[in-house]
């Protein structure tokens, strides 16, 4: 059972919005199909979110939500539209942007647009208590700089031994730009617990060996035989079954990730987050560390 969130949400109601990067080492993990479902689920835990598609090169947020954008980024900094006509609402409770609504052209903006965008954001999320960005899978360069100017990334793995390193490699990655990065990771896919618990150790332990960080794993995810037909129809599964095993471990996990007093950094806000990604952005790179570990 999931323990009552009241205390939490006033305690949370008057903090600025708080940005969780949700990536992967690898495809293929759940990863936004994890996304959409949790957005899902913290709106039943009393949360305001705006889950925005930030996978620049496999956009599919829209998709699974049978989405459709109209207007762009573009349209709102150009003046033409206003924050909530390009924020899409599905139909049980957040929001969506697509990353089809410019996400991508943030690197072409001059400083006076970046900062009409930084307010334009700012003035969006005052309704919002947590912003999901759906990261791309892999340590690509704007993957990794979106997830480093967040304030914190849970990174979706699960229990076969490539996806186990590719999430070593995130972290690592991850931790070498930004050593104080709170970083979580959630087991998703799992078949049999006590194996995935048993990997989430080893990979707890690698990390503290050679990283000196200790990620936190929030939960364990089932293998859900249904979850295909809620992608055929184009719907959030826990809304179409509320009651499965895969929504109850999903809403403990949220609580214990989003609600536990061990879990959440002070948020930045929206504008915060628009000006760290700016300063990456503008770099040079970003350094990929060599070797396994």
């Known amino acids: ?58 956009a599919n947020v ?8 109209q207007y762009t980024l573009q349209d709102v900094i150009g003046g033409r539209k206003k924050f909530q006509d390009i924020a899409l609402v599905v139909s049980n409770g957040f929001r969506v942007i697509p990353a089809s609504s410019g996400v991508q052209n943030l690197t072409d903006l001059n400083p006076e647009e970046r900062d009409f965008l930084i307010g334009v954001f700012q003035k969006g999320a005052e309704s919002t208590d947590i912003v999901l960005l759906d990261i791309g899978a892999g340590i690509g360069a704007n ?3 979106f997830s480093q100017a967040s304030d914190e990334v849970l990174v979706i793995t699960h229990p076969e031994p490539a996806a186990i390193t590719d999430a070593y490699a995130m972290m690592k990655i991850l931790w070498t730009g930004a050593p104080d990065k709170k970083i979580s990771f959630i087991m998703n896919m799992v078949q049999v617990e006590t194996e995935a618990k048993r990997m989430a150790q080893n990979l707890k332990s ?24 809620a992608l055929v129809k184009r719907k959030v599964f826990v809304e179409l079954y509320p009651d499965s095993l895969y929504a109850q471990k999903l ?43």
């Open 1 to 58: 059972m999931v323990p009552s969130i009241h205390n939490h949400t006033q305690a949370h109601q008057n903090k600025k919005s708080r940005i969780v990067a949700i990536t992967s080492g690898k495809g293929g993990v759940g990863k936004t199909t994890l996304s959409i479902n949790l957005a899902r689920i913290l709106t039943e835990l009393q949360k305001r979110v705006l889950l925005i598609d930030a996978d620049l090169g496999l």
């Open 62 to 69: 829209d998709i699974h939500l049978g989405l459709q954008s």
């Open 143 to 145: 993957a990794v700089k």
């Open 206 to 229: 690698v990390c503290r060996q050679f990283l000196n960080h200790d990620p936190d794993c929030v939960g364990f995810l089932p293998v859900e035989s249904k979850m295909r037909t």
């Open 251 to 293: 809403k403990e996990a949220a609580f214990k990730f989003f609600f536990h007093k061990s879990f959440g950094p002070i948020a930045r806000g929206f504008s915060g987050f628009i000006s760290k990604l700016m300063k990456k952005m503008a770099g040079s790179g970003i350094d990929i560390p060599s070797g396994s570990a």
